[in-house]
Each structure stands twice: as structure tokens, then as C-alpha cells.
């Protein structure tokens, strides 16, 4: 590798350039002028993100960018480096560009004082080289609309629906925060990321409508695209979906089968634990890994948990290859409600990888599940007993694509 490389965040006059790789990467089948347009429009209204280039010996070789969020963990916020728009152009792959620029995008990381990253992987194989682990899963559902009707069949509708616009995002989000809360990772949503993620869209702008009970009160929304493949075979892709409770869950169904005259079918991501998977007699359905995520400071992430009323003490190791700063042995001790975290030359009781502790911080895994799988080693069963009570098995689920 050349010796001079840098990555840096980009200038106004190197975007062009940046889109050029990035509609190579992600956008093939479309005319750059229109992908392009497009693909602007969206990003201005995200004024958090950050591109990036790597260049070596001057010329840009590959793209990065970073887009800041606040996540849920186990109930408490935790600032996350999104990580996004990741490109090479051809003549630059298998010279280990990317590998370069991802470890020094870690780097930006730490100086900023972040301690935890995701991504949305193109390939789960190749993140995980560098330390990216898959931290959550859906289920994509295919339904006709003759089954959609079937489920529906003889249910009232009882909620009003109307579209929403911008100034509805409060509302929205009270319905979206309620049914959000049990999942791990959900996003806490600003005003940009509702923007971006609800009322724009990434090829085109969606509808959204919101669904009040009889008192008004806002019970559930979903924001969709409608996707014409010729000789009027539609799809209706709905690409957000939030309800207050069971009977607004079927509203929004109902809601969907409406459209039997528009559309020929629905496809939905949800979470694993939704009802529909178990309903349908016809169909497809799939399970989906989701996003990977690693943390970068073991100590860090395990200060931001509660402990609650657990008390004792523990020491785990941590080996990481790619990025040696998080690799170690490190004393935990939970007392007063708090984690308290440093590091150790004693021999640890509970071993793993950094693939295994992201997936464990984050709820993905189990201690049982990692030590079954051989991703964690157990010397000492008391501090399996402490880790397993500290980081429980939950369920992750982040919908939002960056």
C-alpha cells in the first residue's frame, strides 16, 4: 500500500466524484443524472452525515460516510457511529483499501468520543473480517391480496385514516415510541431521521397515513411505495409501520386490504415477534439478518448499563485482531446500581471474541447461546452468572436504513 493515504471528510467540489462512486456501488440500473438528483435531494435533508473519501497518493479510492445516532440499549440511549456509504470503484478492489479505511474510521470514532458503531452490510462475511457483528433480524412478508382479505374478512373499520404530513411527527412518534420500547436498537428519532426515513424514502417519496381511534387519539401509521412491474401487476411495499396495540394492528391491516384493487401484493419487514408470521396460510416469508454492530470499548459499553440490585465482581477478555485497542482483560464490578469497569492483568472467567460481546451488549445473544455456539469460553461460573444477569437475552430490531 501507497504511503500516502488519508481519509478526510470531503469538500464541496469532490461530491460529484463521491455520487459517482456511490451510484456505481448501489445504483447500476439507473441513469446517473436522475439517480443522482434524487440521491441529493435525500442527503440534503440529512445534515448530520458526513462524507468521506480515502485517497491514496491523491486520487480518491473509495467512500465512506458517517451518520450519528442515538439508539436504545436495553432501555438507556447510546450514541452510534452509523456507518454508510461504503464504496470502491473496481480498479481499486482486493488491495485492501477498504480494510485500511474501515480501521481508520474507527479511529474517527474514538476521537470522537464514540464507543459504538453499526452498518448495514451488502455482505455479513466480509464485515465481519473487521470485527462487525449481526445484532438484529426481521422477517420480510410476502402476502397476496386474497389472503390479506381472508385475515381481514368481517373486522369494521373503526379507526379514521388521513395522511400525514411533517407536522404530524409528534404524534407519530408518541404511537412509534410505545411500540418500539421492547426492542433493542430502535433509533430515537429527530425530526431529520423521521424526515429521511418516513417522508422521503430512498428512490421515491412514499404515501404515509395515520390511524386515530374514535376519540382521535393517533393509534398507528404506515408509510409505503406502490412499485408497478408492467401490465398492472403492483407491489405495496411498506416501508414503515407502528401500532399502539392489537386492535390498531388489525386497522392497519385492514387498512392494507383496501388496496385489493390497486395492488396485487404486500411486502412488510417486521420483527421476528410479529403475529402475521404465524397467521398466514399462503405467502412467503423469510428471516433477515439485519444490522452489525461492534463496539470498540468494552469498558465504555459496559458502564452504560444498569445493574440494578446485582452485586459482584467478574473479570472477562476481550480479543479483537483488527482493532488491538479493545483487545485485554478487564474486572467488572456491579454494586449501588452501577457497572464499574477496569482494566486487569487477572485471569479471566468468561472469554470471547469481539463479535460475541457486541452481540451480548446488545441483547442478540445469550452467554448460553455464545458458549454453545464455542463463541465464549467459561473458566469461572459465577461471572457466567453475572454477565448472563447483566446483558440478557433481547430482541433487536432496527428498520431504519442508513
Known amino acids: ?74 432501555g438507556w440511549p447510546v450514541a452510534m457511529g452509523g456507518i454508510s456509504e461504503v464504496s470502491t470503484l473496481p480498479e481499486y478492489r482486493r488491495q485492501g483499501y477498504v480494510a485500511d479505511m474501515l480501521h481508520r474510521f474507527l479511529d474517527v470514532f474514538r476521537d470522537k468520543g464514540l464507543f459504538f458503531t453499526g452498518l448495514w452490510p451488502f455482505s455479513r462475511a466480509f464485515y465481519r473480517r473487521f470485527g462487525w457483528a449481526v445484532s438484529a433480524e426481521s422477517t420480510h412478508i410476502n402476502i397476496d391480496t386474497t389472503e390479506i382479505r381472508r385475515l381481514t374478512r368481517g373486522l369494521q373499520q373503526n379507526a379514521r385514516f388521513t395522511p400525514a404530513i411533517l407536522e404530524d411527527i409528534a404524534q407519530l412518534q408518541s404511537v412509534r415510541a410505545e411500540w418500539i420500547e421492547p426492542f433493542s436498537l430502535s433509533i430515537d428519532r429527530d425530526l431529520e431521521t423521521w424526515r429521511t426515513q418516513t417522508f422521503v424514502g430512498w428512490e421515491k417519496a412514499p404515501f404515509v397515513y395515520m ?45 392494507l386490504a383496501n388496496h385489493d384493487s390497486q395492488v396485487n401484493r404486500f411486502r412488510l419487514n417486521v420483527p ?71 482494566r486487569t492483568n487477572k485471569d479471566p472467567g468468561v472469554s470471547m471474541d469481539i463479535h460475541a460481546f457486541s452481540q451480548l451488549f446488545v441483547g442478540y445473544r445469550s452467554v448460553e447461546e455464545l458458549s454453545r455456539f464455542g463463541a465464549l469460553s467459561i473458566a469461572d461460573d459465577s461471572a457466567a452468572i453475572l454477565f448472563d444477569a447483566l446483558m440478557p437475552r433481547g430482541v433487536g430490531f432496527l428498520p431504519e436504513h442508513f
Open 211 to 255: 390511524a386515530r381511534d374514535i376519540s382521535g387519539r393517533p393509534v398507528g401509521y404506515l408509510a409505503y411505495t406502490i412499485k408497478d412491474r408492467g401490465d398492472w401487476d403492483r407491489d405495496m411495499i411498506v416501508r414503515d409501520f407502528a401500532y399502539r396495540d392489537v386492535d390498531a394492528y388489525w386497522q392497519l391491516l385492514l387498512f
Open 1 to 74: 500500500m501507497a504511503e500516502d493515504v488519508e481519509l478526510r471528510p470531503l469538500r464541496a467540489d469532490e461530491m460529484t466524484r463521491f455520487y459517482e462512486f456511490i451510484h456505481y456501488a448501489f445504483g447500476l440500473d439507473k441513469e446517473f443524472s436522475e439517480w443522482d438528483r434524487n440521491r441529493r435531494e435525500r442527503d440534503a435533508l440529512s445534515k448530520t452525515m458526513v462524507p468521506f473519501g480515502y485517497f491514496v497518493d491523491g486520487t480518491m479510492v473509495s467512500t465512506c460516510a458517517y451518520i450519528p445516532f442515538d439508539v436504545r440499549v436495553r
Open 272 to 342: 421476528m415477534s410479529d403475529p402475521l408470521f404465524d397467521l398466514l396460510s399462503s405467502g412467503k416469508t423469510g428471516r433477515v439478518s439485519g444490522v452489525m454492530t461492534r463496539v470498540m470499548d468494552p469498558a465504555a459499553a459496559l458502564q452504560v448499563l444498569r445493574a440494578g440490585d446485582l452485586e459482584g465482581d467478574a473479570v472477562f477478555g476481550i480479543a479483537d485482531s483488527f482493532w488491538p485497542a479493545a483487545a485485554g482483560n478487564y474486572a467488572v464490578t456491579a454494586a449501588d446500581g452501577e457497572v464499574r469497569v477496569s
